[in-house]
């Protein structure tokens, strides 16, 4: 169990490039299908030539699809139901109680995998958590939901165990099956399900739109299939509760970028989140 710190760090730095160009594409109103379906296209033709231009074999197919099923599912299912949690309810609110899915994730890497840590990693999950609401509630304190708001704590629980579904489908990958053939499987299904569901606004794209949402959309799966995939290895190295809560703190990388890049105002509470994200990977490192 060596080199997970590593690997996680590198994940958290490469998502959050990742998250930083869901920036990039709203500021140059990129098509949200189109972009999306490139991403995940991407990951997929990527992580598919990368699996069949190695040598590892698939020993379990059967283990690859339904672990690459329920992990596309989740994905799918927290995505959804964050969109309408935040439909129903400010995102000051949703966006930090969304983010509990870390602690649910350490319970079960606790109860279920039987990890265990040291009491300043204890901690440095503890700050982290903290910085993620301090950072979400600053970033979207300004919002307002557009629909009632009934219902809408039901679609944050929901989202809450769609995103601990995900994470631990994740490390079951790894101790089962191929990473690139999961990576793959996964992210194809993702691909077909994202196609279903918006194949109305693909039809009727704006054509000026068209290479920016894709191009873009291309960037982000580059960047997310090397994330990802350094996400995974730290998984088969180390605890699922440090990798998961570190790689999820790739928000920062984001906030960092729109400072530097699109000179957004750096508020003290995001700029404390941020110091605590810092001072939680120092807790946290081997």
């Not at 903290?130 to 600053?138: C, E, G, H, M, Q």
């Not at 793959?184 to 920016?212: D, E, K, P, Q």
Request: hydrophobic share 60%; with cysteine.
């Amino acid at each position: 169990m060596t080199g997970w710190f590593a690997c996680a760090l590198a994940a958290l730095l490469l998502m959050g490039a990742q998250r930083f160009l869901y920036k990039v594409a709203a500021e140059r109103s990129c098509d949200t299908v189109l972009t999306t379906l490139s991403f995940m296209a991407t990951v997929t033709a990527i992580s598919a030539a990368a699996f069949f231009a190695g040598s590892a074999e698939v020993k379990d197919l059967r283990a690859l699809l339904l672990v690459g099923l329920v992990n596309s599912l989740a994905f799918l299912a927290a995505t959804v139901t964050h969109i309408e949690a935040l439909k129903r309810l400010p995102a000051a609110i949703a966006y930090p109680l969304i983010r509990m899915d870390a602690v649910l994730v350490v319970v079960i890497s606790t109860v279920f995998f039987h990890e265990s840590m040291l009491d300043r990693q204890a901690l440095g999950i503890f700050i982290a958590v903290l910085a993620a609401v301090l950072v979400a509630y600053d970033r979207n304190r300004f919002q307002t939901p557009t629909a009632p708001s009934h219902g809408g704590f039901l679609f944050i629980a929901m989202a809450v165990v769609a995103g601990t579904a995900a994470a631990v489908s994740s490390r079951f990958a790894v101790l089962y099956t191929d990473k690139t053939a999961f990576i793959a499987v996964s992210y194809a299904l993702s691909t077909i399900f994202a196609f279903i569901m918006g194949r109305g606004a693909i039809i009727h794209n704006a054509s000026a739109r068209f290479r920016s949402s894709v191009s873009i959309g291309v960037s982000m799966g580059i960047l997310n299939v090397a994330g990802y995939y350094a996400y995974l290895e730290g998984l088969s190295r180390g605890p699922l509760s440090l990798v998961t809560v570190i790689t999820g703190m790739h928000f920062v990388v984001a906030v960092v970028f729109s400072v530097l890049i699109y000179r957004e105002r750096l508020s003290p509470v995001c700029f404390a989140g941020m110091v605590l994200a810092a001072i939680s990977l120092f807790l946290i490192r081997v």
